[in-house]
């Protein structure tokens, strides 16, 4: 039985967006849901950047910047998203189902890709919440392992429940056909719990001022000589760590200006 918003996917998107249809939609819990979509053959992307993505809403696109989950070779797309219940995009998308129509936007943008970082050494990606999907793009493109020595996910939420695509990293990537040997040699998942009993507790920022994220993974404390970081989360982390990074030689890295660190600055809240 088709969805009963299906027959609106046959309707042409507004310029600068293609319409294309829900695949498959994942509540991970009460305020965490991801899904796919089919993908249309012209759209490109790069990993680790996000796009305009949303619903047709009383006849007019309602959209918020997104990043894309998957990546750059999968033939579908995915977006992880967090529920506001009074949001005016959030609190419509948690809904969709699969056969729904989904808007994307035409162009890919953002920060967070490895162009912008000197390569080598270690690569830090420093996630809170859905703060982790660019990452979970970056650490599934080879170019990557490539670039860095090393690639290590540190990912912090409230509860152990939040800690999405957990399996995917920790299980699944290692026994991947094509990817496995790359990240079973190169990458560190390295996940915290900030509100409930877990093996690694507390802020990231605090894990890494104390040293503990260092120690427990048997690495030297973050140098910009030899390290490279990309912040992807809330406000407060990304102003922490912004600040830790500096204290400590980093400096910021944009498009066509490479440096030690980049920032992720558009990030869904509605």
């Keep these: 039985m088709s969805s009963p918003s299906a027959p609106a996917a046959q309707a042409a998107p507004p310029p600068g967006f293609f319409l294309e249809r829900v695949l498959s939609v994942h509540h991970w819990t009460d305020r965490l849901f991801s899904f796919t979509c089919t993908r249309d053959p012209h759209f490109r992307f790069v990993a680790g950047q996000f796009v305009m993505i949303g619903l047709m809403v009383e006849g007019k696109p309602l959209v918020r910047a997104y990043s894309l989950v998957s990546a750059p070779w999968e033939e579908h797309l995915e977006f992880l998203s967090i529920k506001v219940q009074d949001g005016p995009l959030t609190s419509r998308l948690q809904h969709i189902v699969p056969g729904d129509g989904v808007l994307i936007g035409r162009k890919a943008t953002g920060t967070l890709v490895t162009e912008n970082l000197v390569p080598g050494g270690t690569l830090w990606l420093f996630a809170t919440g859905t703060g982790l999907a660019p990452f979970l793009s970056l650490i599934r493109e080879p170019e990557t392992y490539d670039r860095f020595?090393?690639?290590?996910?540190?990912?912090?939420v409230r509860q152990v429940a939040e800690l999405a695509y957990r399996e995917l990293i920790s299980s699944s990537l290692p026994e991947?056909?094509?990817?496995?040997?790359?990240?079973r040699d190169k990458l560190l998942y390295y996940p915290s719990v900030t509100r409930e009993p877990f093996a690694t507790q507390?802020?990231?920022?605090?894990?890494?001022?104390?040293?503990r994220i260092f120690a427990d993974l048997g690495l030297p404390p973050?140098?910009?000589?030899?390290?490279?970081?990309?912040?992807?989360?809330?406000?407060?982390?990304?102003?922490?760590m912004r600040a830790l990074l500096e204290a400590r030689g980093f400096s910021e890295g944009a498009n066509n200006r490479p440096a030690t660190y980049v920032v992720e600055k558009a990030f869904v809240t509605k």
Aim: proline share 2%; with cysteine; net charge negative.
């Design 222 to 240: 973050m140098s910009p000589a030899a390290d490279r970081a990309m912040l992807c989360g809330s406000e407060a982390m990304n102003a922490d």
């Design 149 to 156: 020595d090393r690639v290590v996910v540190a990912h912090t």
């Design 176 to 183: 991947h056909d094509l990817l496995g040997e790359l990240v």
């Design 202 to 211: 507390g802020r990231v920022t605090t894990l890494v001022e104390t040293g």
